[in-house]
């Protein structure tokens, strides 16, 4: 037996310990495919994770971009099994545009706190239940020792938690730059719709940007927003993957 064999086991005890101060599981996760192959394939293990935190933010602070990234959120929430906890600040929560991308509102339990002090009790507490498909929490700031929490709630129970974060002023938006320990990170932009052949409005589109995915690659996806049952889909234009990377490169030089 060579010296290198006695080395291994140290090792990767070694690599696990860290692993575990950083507040990682060392269990395999399930995952939650996109369904839409060039955003799964760039999410390690081809989909969300359950048990684990992430993060969204619309690409603005406006009502449009916040809307869209609340139904990016439920379109998500929808695909799990379970109840859904949405824990608000704010009475804005359209119930229609949540069931429109396939949330309906007998599977949701809202829960309207008082300040981010309250969501992040409400959103630990509704983690560590282990009985909910998904809890959706609404926060302005996140530190990193929070988001530890929220982690290792989620890894503990199962269920997958989703910090949608919104700031009452576009100042305190400069938070989420800030390091946490989400597993992805996620930002929500409105496109506009493609024309359609006859009078009407066509399917909305949004600018998908995948910021941060621990042990994976940050990318940019134009894709048409979820459907009835919380899908996205690729454009017509786009779904043969050339033009979904020539779109990014043009944003990447603009």
């Known amino acids: 037996m060579t010296a290198e064999t006695h080395k291994k086991p140290g090792l990767e005890t070694l690599r696990a310990a860290i692993s575990r101060l950083e507040g990682h599981s060392d269990r395999r996760r399930k ?4 369904g839409v192959r060039e955003i799964d394939g760039r999410l390690p293990g081809g989909g969300l994770a359950l048990g684990a ?3 969204v933010a619309g690409g603005g602070n406006d009502a449009l971009h916040s809307a869209a990234a609340g139904q990016f959120c439920a379109g998500i929430a929808a695909r799990t099994r379970g109840k859904v906890l949405w824990i608000v600040t704010r009475q804005d929560v359209f119930a229609p545009s949540l069931k429109q991308v396939g949330l309906s509102a007998r599977r949701t339990i809202f829960v309207e706190a008082s300040s981010d002090v309250d969501v992040l009790a409400c959103f630990e507490e509704g983690l560590r239940h282990g009985g909910l498909g998904a809890v959706v ?3 302005a700031r996140l530190s990193m020792t929070a988001s530890r929490r929220l982690q290792l709630a989620a890894e503990t129970s199962g269920s997958l938690g989703i910090a ?3 700031w009452r002023r576009q100042t305190d938006a400069a938070d989420f730059g800030q390091p946490t320990a989400s597993v ?3 930002r929500v932009s409105v496109l506009p719709s493609a024309p ?3 009078p009407g409005v066509g399917r909305p589109r949004w600018l998908l940007e995948l910021i941060r995915a621990r042990a994976g690659e940050c990318a940019d996806f134009e894709v048409e927003a979820c459907d009835g049952k919380g899908r996205l889909s690729l454009p017509a234009a786009l779904a043969d993957g050339s033009d979904q990377e020539a779109a990014g490169q043009r944003r990447a030089r603009a």
């Open 196 to 198: 359609l052949p006859v």
């Open 184 to 186: 992805t990170r996620w």
């Open 137 to 139: 929490a609404e926060v």
């Open 31 to 34: 995952m939650l495919p996109f």
């Open 53 to 55: 935190l992430h993060e």
């Open 164 to 166: 949608i974060r919104r």
